[in-house]
């Protein structure tokens, strides 16, 4: 299954300016410090950002962390996207479900397995 397939809800960097009321560059700068992730995709190809990364107009509080950790085990930001919303019967469910829920220890304890 690809990326698209597995991410229901997508956003560009507009839309999600304006549903969190952050400026466009604003959101730009969330890309560059690992905040959240995208990448370009479409027709056209455009940015877009999974939506789950959100809750309540604010980016989720330990996405940063994970993303970090999966970029010190070598994943780029497709990759780290495919991985946060593969299912894992582990878990049991997504790593992003469980982030959402409040349970990064785990999330991150699994991600930083994935560098060895």
Known sequence: MNTEELVQDWA??????ESTGLGI????????DG???GYKHG??????VPTAFFVDGSVLTPLKGTLSTLRDAGFDDHESIAWLF???ESLPGRPIDLLRAGNRKEVRRRAQALAF
């Open 12 to 17: 560009t960097l507009p839309d999600i300016a």
């Open 25 to 32: 560059m604003q959101v730009r700068r969330l890309l560059e």
């Open 35 to 37: 905040a959240i992730c």
């Open 43 to 48: 027709t056209p190809k455009v940015m877009k």
């Open 86 to 88: 593969t299912p894992d």
